[in-house]
């Protein structure tokens, strides 16, 4: 099993930057597709952006295109998020899918394991 521990969540004006942090105890990070959903008030859980096991392969939801960035190595997974807006206000979860693909994964029912969440606001 793997424990995820988010990090770096804050309050930021729009246009500014936050960078994320998900690490990662118990088992080896490399086993493991991973992937960050938000969830804001109100709302249903979103996806945000996942990486391949290897990191080769990275997706973003469209909304979050061109400004986030989402990065790994053996122990975390990083989230650079740039140009921040209001609506980007929300719970930022980290999660880890155990799969034998390279491929990522968009839809949270595939992940297994998740951290606690990171408060990000984004005031106008």
């Known amino acids: 099993q793997v424990q995820l521990v988010e990090s770096g969540g804050g309050l930021v004006q729009a246009g500014g930057s936050l960078s994320l942090s998900c690490e990662a105890s118990?088992?080896?990070?490399?086993?493991?597709?991973m992937g960050w959903f938000r969830q804001a008030p109100g709302k249903e859980r979103e996806f945000v952006a996942a990486?391949?096991?290897?990191?080769?392969i990275t997706d973003y939801a469209a909304s979050v295109k061109g400004r986030f960035t989402i990065s790994r190595d053996n122990t975390k997974v990083d989230l650079q998020m740039n140009s921040l807006k209001p609506e980007d206000t929300a719970v930022y979860y980290c999660?880890?899918?155990?799969?034998?693909?390279?491929?990522?994964?968009?839809?949270?029912?595939?992940?297994?394991?998740w951290g606690q969440g990171t408060q990000v606001t984004v005031s106008s």
């Open positions: 999660a880890a899918a155990a799969r034998f693909s390279t491929a990522t994964y968009s839809r949270d029912y595939e992940y297994g394991y």
């Open positions: 118990g088992r080896a990070l490399s086993s493991y597709a």
């Open positions: 990486i391949s096991r290897s990191g080769g």
